[in-house]
């Protein structure tokens, strides 16, 4: 009984050894934002917008949007300047045109856009009873990492403003390409 108790009690120190210091829970953690839409269009009219890499236009507040590398994984980049004059330069990484589906990671960003770091994006394309689903799917962190984040740079404001982005975007996609011929 007596050695069941110490192997209990040496099982407890090693745990306790191997998990994180709790200050470390209080940096910042990531978050991830999924929006889907339906579009009342087939797929590859849908594609047809979503994978042109170069083109961020169909995203509200954005002034224009510049690039080069076509949609070539690791060499397409984009630079994408918004209305207030905020900047958000991004690189894609995947690139599928079969499976209708680009993944990109955000380099640079102007904080007054989005309170974020370390963004990456997957945007699919895929059949809907109506026509096709878009699904944009991030995953990212709060831009200020340590703890006690200031107001503006909390997990809670960075959530806010990529679920908006996502959805506004969405919904400008889908009122654009259901109004095209």
């Known amino acids: 009984m007596r050695r069941a108790a110490c192997f209990a009690v040496a099982m407890i120190a090693v745990a306790a050894a191997l998990a994180p210091p709790a200050s470390r829970g209080h940096g910042a953690t990531p978050q ?10 087939p797929p590859a009219k849908v594609w047809a917008v979503v994978g042109d890499f170069q083109n961020f236009g169909w995203l509200p507040g954005v002034a224009k949007t510049e690039g080069d590398g ?9 630079r994408t ?5 905020a900047i958000i330069e991004d690189r894609l990484v995947q690139y599928d045109a079969g499976a209708m589906s680009l993944r990109y990671l955000i380099e640079k960003i ?4 989005m309170p974020i770091n370390n963004f990456s994006a997957t945007i699919t394309v895929r059949p809907g009873a109506g026509g096709a689903i878009v699904e944009w799917k991030s995953r990212f962190y709060r831009a200020f990492p340590g703890g006690n ?14 679920t908006a982005m996502c959805r506004s975007g969405l919904a400008a996609m889908k009122a654009q390409i259901e109004a095209a011929p």
């Open 70 to 78: 076509g949609n070539a994984p690791e060499q397409a980049r984009r």
């Open 81 to 85: 300047t918004f209305t207030s004059g």
């Open 149 to 162: 984040p200031p107001d503006d740079y909390t997990d809670e404001k960075a959530v806010a403003a990529v």
């Open 110 to 113: 102007d904080f007054k856009v």
């Open 32 to 41: 991830k934002v999924v929006e889907t839409i339906d579009i009342a269009a």
